[in-house]
Nanobody, 126 residues
Framework: VQLVESGGGFVQAGGSLRLTCIGSGFTLNDYAIAWFRQTPGREREVVSCISIFDESTYYRNSVKGRFTISADNAKNTVYLQMNSLKSEDTAVYFC????????????????????WGQGTQVTVSA
């Protein structure tokens, strides 16, 4: 299982970015995919996740209404559309994959997921 993130960058507050997580070595239908983020000195926190076989999605409260997670089975790819970005969204964003059922049902922590990408930096200027 391999995951590759892209789409990070520098944006002004109120702007948008779309992160992409391309998976290989597994079928998206059989895995939950989550986006986590981390800032220096803080624990990695879940932002959103999607599970096709569980038919579930999750968003942390602070991103509800601003971020949208979606999946393209044909491309084995998950997207995170981030709108109305705030300075507090600045972090390294990681995508992660897990084959266990209910991996997209709370509580969702880093220990829930076995496979990780390398991360992509998102910087939002105030």
């Amino acid at each position: 299982v391999q995951l590759v993130e892209s789409g990070g960058g520098f944006v002004q507050a109120g702007g948008s970015l779309r992160l992409t997580c391309i998976g290989s070595g597994f079928t998206l239908n059989d895995y939950a995919i989550a986006w986590f983020r981390q800032t220096p000195g803080r624990e990695r926190e879940v932002v959103s996740c999607i599970s096709i076989f569980d038919e579930s999605t999750y968003y942390r409260n602070s991103v509800k209404g601003r971020f949208t997670i979606s999946a393209d089975n044909a491309k084995n790819t998950v997207y995170l559309q981030m709108n109305s970005l705030k300075s507090e969204d600045t972090a390294v964003y990681f995508c992660a994959a897990e084959s266990l059922r209910n991996a997209c049902v709370g509580p969702i922590t880093t220990s829930t997921y076995d496979y990780w990408g390398q991360g992509t930096q998102v910087t939002v200027s105030a």
